[in-house]
T-cell receptor
Framework: DSGVTQTPKHLITATGQRVTLRCSPRSGDLSVYWYQQSLDQGLQFLIQYYNGEERAKGNILERFSAQQFPDLHSELNLSSLELGDSALYFC????????????FGPGTRLTVL | GQQLNQSPQSMFIQEGEDVSMNCTSSSIFNTWLWYKQDPGEGPVLLIALYKAGELTSNGRLTAQFGITRKDSFLNISASIPSDVGIYFCAGLGYGGSQGNLIFGKGTKLSVKP
């Protein structure tokens, strides 16, 4: 158990809909990272937050957004969903600012029908 | 952008065999991480490497950070059935500030039929 929690575990929805994925980092970790894992693209970095502020952006679509709240949990919002958005979405948290080790949550499997 | 080439893509193991996999890049990385992912689960950190030339062990696992900073390998000695899974290397390049990881495509370990 990495200490990172994600809900829900599974999500099935239809094209055009909007969903919110939730992540709670390890206790005390200030950084949260979001990744998308699909069969053909592997693990792709989406976005990073540090103590409530956006710090880095990767291959995140404009239809996707995220935020980190004062209690440090984070939410990833996916809107106008397309079939190709079906994937596993992971969040990871990082503790000590002087190391780069990231600990991953169990993921949310999103299926868009 | 930075890319990691991980090989082999897949391999079959027989219990007791030693296993080797590696990652190479045309770019320099200042941190290498090795993760294992079981089906439907999040990646679990196995070993973290922070210095060029560093050799680090975690039980039957040994990983090294290449001297050129452009490669890393992971060895598993005396493999056991629970070693089956997908192994990912991940690198953090220079200028990554708070650090988004670049992942290899993974090496899938399966049991020999």
């Amino acid at each position: 158990d990495s200490g990172v929690t994600q809900t829900p575990k599974h999500l099935i929805t239809a094209t055009g809909q909007r969903v919110t994925l939730r992540c709670s980092p390890r206790s005390g970790d200030l950084s949260v990272y979001w990744y998308q894992q699909s069969l053909d693209q592997g693990l792709q970095f989406l976005i990073q937050y540090y103590n409530g502020e956006e710090r880095a952006k990767g291959n995140i679509l404009e239809r996707f957004s995220a935020q980190q709240f004062p209690d440090l949990h984070s939410e990833l919002n996916l809107s106008s969903l397309e079939l190709g958005d079906s994937a596993l979405y992971f969040c990871a948290s990082r503790g000590d600012r002087f190391t780069d080790t990231q600990y991953f949550g169990p993921g949310t499997r999103l299926t868009v029908l | 952008g930075q890319q990691l080439n991980q090989s082999p893509q897949s391999m079959f193991i027989q219990e007791g065999e030693d296993v080797s996999m590696n990652c190479t890049s045309s770019s320099i990385f200042n941190t290498w991480l090795w993760y294992k992912q079981d089906p439907g689960e999040g990646p679990v950190l196995l070993i973290a490497l922070y210095k060029a030339g560093e050799l680090t062990s975690n039980g039957r696992l040994t990983a090294q950070f290449g001297i050129t900073r452009k490669d890393s390998f992971l060895n598993i000695s005396a493999s056991i059935p629970s070693d089956v899974g997908i192994y990912f290397c991940a690198g953090l390049g220079y200028g990554g500030s708070q650090g988004n990881l670049i992942f290899g495509k993974g090496t899938k370990l399966s049991v020999k039929p």
